[in-house]
């Protein structure tokens, strides 16, 4: 996804479960701030959680926020089966409508589904909870042990018993040297299992874009490959020009002190543009912004369904979805809001309509 290309912005989709609606989130490259931004665009009530129907729910919220489906570059949401399923899957829709709209499995998520894989698999870990079960067995059929645990080690026990904590002393500090390798590489495996081809191969060749280590893992080839699977955003003549353009971007940061120490593609992309660089390299920093736009993970987009709880409460048990999408965008998009004048949010609901006294 690219943020302005052909006189179009770049826009992401992220839909979540909450009640009976669903959210979307406009995800971009700030044009004049020159970062990425995710925006609440509003809620939709949808009757049912079939694919069809949250498709026409998206096909109706696009228009009226002056949005196109062929600027999508990307979209993420959970593994549910109706969500992102191989076949008549919200997910194969869009990419039925948009090949480029690639769907990424939040992160976030798959690891937690690893975890919990690979602790119902592993012996050791099995093992582990096991007697743990036996331990809160003991311990909670007295009141005085019970209260004894709670005061004396409290905060420990809460971070002894967590399953990545346990994972990872098993992988450092197991018995045996077996048994620290079969802990890693279940971890690797399941996960590998989890992301498709297009996703592992999608991965794997943005990570070529990283300029941690005075960038170590440069790979021009995997870069390539990368404009490859934006067949709508690279034409055959720009790919030529990325061929001849990604070796002199190489050779020309590797020696800028201003690139040192960088963290991140977030990182690299604010000092491309403080520096112009994004300029001399536009066809870099094309694929950049379709990196960093894409949705590996969606908790910068969870507290907005908090805000729901806050503001649909029994006192606001009939509030409509035009009149919570305002008060939704006014909580949640709080730094837009501080350029709105007063003035003239009541002039325009002045000119609404006639009104029996002056504001």
């Known amino acids: 996804m690219v943020g302005e290309q052909g006189g179009r912005d770049a ?3 992220e839909c979540f ?63 549910a089966i109706n969500m992102s399923g191989a076949f008549n899957s919200l997910k194969s829709l869009i990419l039925n409508e948009n090949s480029s709209t690639h769907y990424i499995h939040c ?31 003991i311990v909670c059929g007295s009141c005085k042990r019970k209260d ?29 040297l077996s048994n620290r ?23 794997e060749n943005m990570t070529a874009l990283t300029p941690c280590d005075s960038f170590s893992i440069f790979d021009k080839t995997k870069l390539l490959k990368l404009s490859e699977i934006y067949k709508n955003d690279f034409d055959n003549s720009e790919r030529a020009q990325l061929n001849g353009q990604l070796d002199i971007y190489y050779h020309s940061l590797l020696h800028d002190e201003r690139f040192f120490n960088l963290k991140g593609i977030a990182d690299l992309s604010r000092m491309l543009v403080e520096t112009g660089k ?7 920093y094309r694929l950049l912004k379709l990196a960093l736009v894409l949705p590996v993970a969606t ?5 907005c369904f908090l805000a729901v709880k806050f503001l649909k409460t029994d006192l606001r048990n009939r509030i409509c979805d035009d009149f919570m999408n305002g008060a939704l965008i006014c909580s949640v998009e709080n730094e837009a809001l501080e350029n709105v004048k007063i003035e003239n949010v009541i002039t325009r609901f002045r000119k609404m309509k006639d009104r029996r006294g002056e504001l």
Do not use: C, W
């Not at 346990?166 to 500090?173: G, M």
């Not at 994004?278 to 870099?284: E, G």
């Open 181 to 203: 390798n079969q802990a890693k590489d279940m971890q690797i495996q399941e996960f590998t299992d989890r992301l498709s081809k297009v996703d592992t191969e999608l991965m």
């Open 299 to 303: 908790a910068t987009v969870e507290p």
């Open 17 to 79: 479960d909450n009640l009976s609606k669903k959210g979307l989130f406009r995800k971009h490259m700030d044009n004049i701030q020159r970062i990425v931004k995710e925006i609440f665009i509003g809620i939709v009530h949808v009757f049912d959680k079939s694919s069809l129907t949250l498709k026409t729910a998206i096909d109706t919220v696009f228009p009226n926020n002056n949005l196109s489906m062929t600027q999508v570059r990307g979209q993420g949401y959970d593994g």
């Open 148 to 176: 004894m645990i709670r005061k004396m080690q409290k905060e420990r026990v809460a971070a002894e018993i967590e399953v990545v904590v346990v994972l990872k002393y098993f992988k450092e500090e197991g018995s045996t």
């Open 278 to 284: 994004h300029l001399s390299f536009p066809l870099v």
């Open 107 to 137: 992160f976030a998520h798959q690891l937690q589904l690893v975890v919990v894989a690979v602790a119902k698999k592993h012996d050791d870990v099995d093992e582990f909870f096991e007697q743990l079960a036996l331990v809160v067995t």
């Open 11 to 13: 826009f992401i989709i």
